[in-house]
């Protein structure tokens, strides 16, 4: 009985179906297929299916729980992070950031290697004042990588500070090379600033106004010495390299003799006028004298009357025959004169053409 029993078991054994014994023997390949489908992972759903296994060979997947997250909600969720809600999202993307400006030409060209002026805001005041495409011009670079200093930092547009950089690494740098030095600073006395012209209220908007001048007033040399534009001891041969090298470079020249609020500095813009027309008002004044012309000195009271110095001869004659000698000197002068103007046409003028005639005959000899 025993053995039939046994015998009985072992062939029971594989008539059993396959997915019970791995149901209940935990086959590796049930780990591999865990781990595809998570969801028969359900805690409930083995012991369930344990109970259910003879019976059904494939499963179903259990009903979802009540009190489990619904699926229509997570899908929102997932929606939201996928693509953005009619919300914030869309409300920032309907202002459209404003177009970046692109950089100018000048802008462009105006580099670290020419000058150190960064860009600043453009300026909308009243009036028209302000301007585009500024910059705050703190030094200009030299070719050779020295700096020269605007003092103080000069508000500019680009193709004035341009303008300016050029004419001060073109003209002046080489000017004060050949006078042994180099420039060091550029003395601003006045960039931009919303006024009229000559700081006359209700005049039209200067070119200051329009960020568009530059007044300067000197230069620094490395040395420590200082050459005033405007300073008459200053060697007029440099001064006048300074005025005909800004005259090219400059639509306005205004200094000395412009008018007299130019009387201290130069000022200088790029005003465009009909035709080009350009203005180059600086008069080069020549230096004062050392010492003022004299004027005549008052009359000491204890002086002499003024008879006694007239005339040297005059001391000879008495003061009673003074009306007569004068008379007579007169009359003597008078004859010496006639007596000259007799010897010269006495002296015959043929004398002299054969005196002529010999100098040349000794020349070509
Ligand atoms: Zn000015």
Known sequence: MV????????????????????????????DLFRHLSPRERGG????????????????????RPSEAPSAERDKPDKEQLASPPNGKPDQQAVPAPPPTPQPSACRLALTDQVAIAPSIPDIKGADGCGG???????????????????????????????????????????????LGSSISDLDNFDSFECRGRNRIVGARLSEHGRANALDVRAFKFADG?????????????????????????????????????????????????????????????????????LLPAERPDEAPPREVVA???????????????DAKSD???????????????????????PAKKKRRQNRRS
């Open 3 to 30: 053995t039939v029993a046994v015998a009985a078991i072992l062939i029971g054994m594989p008539v059993e179906p396959a997915w019970a014994a791995k149901r209940s023997r935990a086959a590796p390949w049930d």
């Open 44 to 63: 409930p759903r083995p012991t369930a299916r344990r109970a259910a296994a003879p019976v059904l060979p494939v499963p179903l997947p259990k009903p």
């Open 132 to 178: 585009e495409d500024l910059v705050r011009l703190e030094a200009i670079v030299l070719p050779d990588k020295r700096r020269v200093s605007v003092k103080p930092a000069a508000i500019l547009r680009c193709t004035m500070a341009s303008a300016l950089a050029e004419w001060i690494r073109s003209d002046i740098a080489p000017l004060a090379e050949r």
């Open 225 to 293: 010495s200082l050459i005033s534009l405007t300073d008459r001891t200053v060697p007029r041969g440099l001064r006048e390299s300074v005025l005909h090298s800004a005259c090219k470079r400059f639509s306005t020249v205004l200094g000395p003799g412009s008018d007299w609020y130019h009387e201290d500095h130069i000022h200088l813009d790029l005003m465009e006028r009909r035709g080009n027309y350009r203005i180059c008002q600086w008069d080069v004044w020549d230096p004062l004298p050392q010492k003022a012309p």
């Open 311 to 325: 005339k040297p001869g005059d001391a000879k004659s008495d003061a009673k025959s003074g009306a007569k000698s």
């Open 331 to 353: 009359a003597e002068l008078d004859a010496e004169k006639s007596n000259a103007e007799k010897t010269e046409e006495a002296e015959p003028p043929r004398e002299e053409k």
